[in-house]
Nanobody, 123 residues
């Protein structure tokens, strides 16, 4: 099970850090690539960022490159999304996910999904 947190209301130009903690005795967090997706009102869910099992390989959507950073702490079974220089168009429900590969995650292929956390960026 994945549990996301950290969403909220922030002004444009501000920052937020989302967290997603994995739980479950049989869930081997370090075995999965992890990622974040978002869904804005009236739009389809879109890929935001992905990170490999070792934390070495990352992928970002062009819209967030240079502003968002994905990281993980395998000891805590947690993945983070640091979001800086937020824009109103970043407003969305953000979802964490885990899958077999980062490539697969970029295509929306996740095995596990967390519940969403709402991020609202005011102008």
């Amino acid at each position: 099970q994945l549990q996301a947190s950290g969403g909220g209301l922030v002004q444009a130009g501000g920052s937020l850090r989302l967290s997603c903690a994995a739980s479950g005795r049989t869930f081997s967090f370090s075995s999965y690539a992890v990622g974040w997706f978002r869904q804005a009102p009236g739009k389809e869910r879109e890929f935001v960022a992905a990170l490999s099992q070792t934390g070495i390989t990352t992928y970002y959507a062009d819209s967030v490159k240079g502003r968002f950073t994905i990281s993980r702490d395998n000891a805590r079974s947690t993945v983070y999304l640091q979001m800086n220089s937020l824009k109103p168009e970043d407003t969305a429900v953000y979802y964490c996910a885990a899958g077999s590969t980062t490539n697969g995650l970029t295509l929306g292929g996740a095995r596990y999904w967390g519940q969403g956390t709402l991020v609202t960026v005011s102008s």
